[in-house]
């Protein structure tokens, strides 16, 4: 199969500005775009899927540019509900600065065909109000830009005048770097459909010319929720924020209605290897072979090799019961969900688990005690009278207290002297 066929086999090709002449202009090398609002100061995994479609098109000889908001993000795209907190100046271009980091690790390669990624508040910034009106806005229908989809969803609940701009200032974004880079090519989530079409008719305006733009269904889960949060929380692309173990872990607990679409959209792999990774995985799900595949495969793409080989010891770790191979700053993230307290000094390890309400009274820890069901450190408690030291601790940092077959408590030592 050619590329866009493959496209539509990994369900990543929705619409389109005339198929058939983009299919014959790509047989030569041609310059595709894709943007990202700096919303935060870090991507998350739903961007996953437009950072790789850019890897893609890169991989066939295109090249690539990633177009970091920071003009745009100070407007905001409009949601489909309620209008966007604005943010300083100085917050959405620390926000550009992160992801543009992380957009340049992920479309890092190895010849010459490196990710451009460009800033549109360079040219957004030195925008007249005058010139917005006189050299673009007069492009622009208003009856038109009511019926787009973006707009449309928001004429009942009230959209403001800033965010009804959004989609002029996408389509000059497009023409300014069709006019710098002849970037003929955008691609985006299906949700971004109209503003790939104001690029496309202000570029035909214009220059008289013809760029093509292309959508990709959004990510969904089977279930009706959300895809790219783990409990209520984002999944960040940024290891302060998600560390690789966290992050690995998502993609481990997906579920087996999701794995194979997830993998086909996400994975690199070439069709045939997905094509087999999925009749393994069928033939067994219970060993989660495709979840495996594809926790591997981005947590090395996102992390990098340091990452994904600590994401994998701590997994194996927990899955042996040898907690006490890990390092302190890993058990961290094993138990960052878990109750914790800092110990200034050594301390009895009955007094302490009473004192702070990890366990209700010393009864019920004598009880604990005398069955087995408590360990301290990976070793079972039998004496009543056991202390709690720094010295004992993991690097001196971290003990771990086990009560029963799955409950953890964290004791902090580094208040300690």
């Not at 008289?208 to 959300?226: C, E, N, R």
């Not at 679409?261 to 997905?274: A, H, N, Q, W």
Request: net charge negative; with cysteine; aromatic share 8%.
């Amino acid at each position: 199969m050619n590329f866009i066929e493959e496209l539509k086999w990994r369900n990543l090709f929705k619409d389109v500005v005339e198929e058939n002449q983009l299919e014959e202009r790509m047989k030569e090398p041609m310059t595709v775009y894709c943007g990202f609002d700096p919303t935060a100061d870090s991507l998350h995994i739903g961007h996953l899927q437009q950072i790789l479609l850019l890897k893609r098109w890169q991989q066939e000889g295109h090249h690539p540019i990633a177009l970091v908001g920071g003009g745009t993000g100070m407007i905001g795209d409009p949601r489909p509900t309620t209008e966007r907190q604005l943010q300083s100046l100085e917050q959405v271009q620390t926000n550009a600065k992160c992801i543009q980091k992380q957009i340049e690790l992920v479309l890092e390669t190895e010849n010459n065909n490196n990710v451009t990624v460009v800033n549109n508040y360079e040219w957004l910034s030195k925008m007249t109000l005058l010139e917005f009106l006189r050299d673009y806005g007069k492009y622009f229908n208003i009856n038109t830009m009511i019926a787009k989809d973006t707009i449309a969803s928001r004429l009942d609940t009230g959209i403001s005048f800033t965010e009804f701009t959004y989609t002029i200032l996408q389509a000059i974004d497009w023409l300014m770097l069709f006019e710098k880079y002849n970037c003929e090519v955008q691609i985006g989530g299906s949700d971004q459909w109209g503003n790939l079409l104001s690029g496309v008719d202000l570029i035909r305006k214009v220059k008289a010319k013809s760029v093509f733009g292309v959508t990709s269904p959004l990510i969904t889960k089977s279930d009706g929720s959300k895809f790219g949060k783990s409990e209520g929380k984002n999944v960040w692309l940024d290891s302060t924020k998600t560390d690789s173990y966290t992050f690995y872990q998502f993609w481990i607990n997906v579920a087996d209605d999701d794995v194979i679409d997830f993998t086909k959209r996400l994975s690199m792999k070439p069709v045939e290897e997905i094509m087999e990774i999925e009749k393994i995985h069928f033939e067994a799900p219970e060993k989660r072979y495709a979840q495996k595949e594809l926790a591997k495969e981005l947590t090395l793409l996102v992390f990098k090799s340091d990452g994904l080989e600590s994401a994998m010891r701590i997994s194996d770790a927990l899955f042996n019961g040898d907690v006490l191979s890990l390092n302190a700053n890993q058990l961290r993230q094993v138990f960052q969900d878990a109750r914790s307290i800092v110990l200034s000094e050594d301390k009895n390890l009955i007094d302490t688990l009473v004192e702070n309400q990890l366990i209700k009274s010393k009864r019920e820890v004598r009880q604990l005690i005398q069955q087995g069901s408590l360990q301290l450190n990976g070793k079972v408690v039998t004496d009543f009278e056991t202390m709690i030291t720094k010295e004992n601790a993991v690097e001196n940092k971290i003990s771990i207290i086990k009560k029963g077959k799955k409950s953890y408590y964290i004791i902090d030592h580094e208040a300690i002297g």
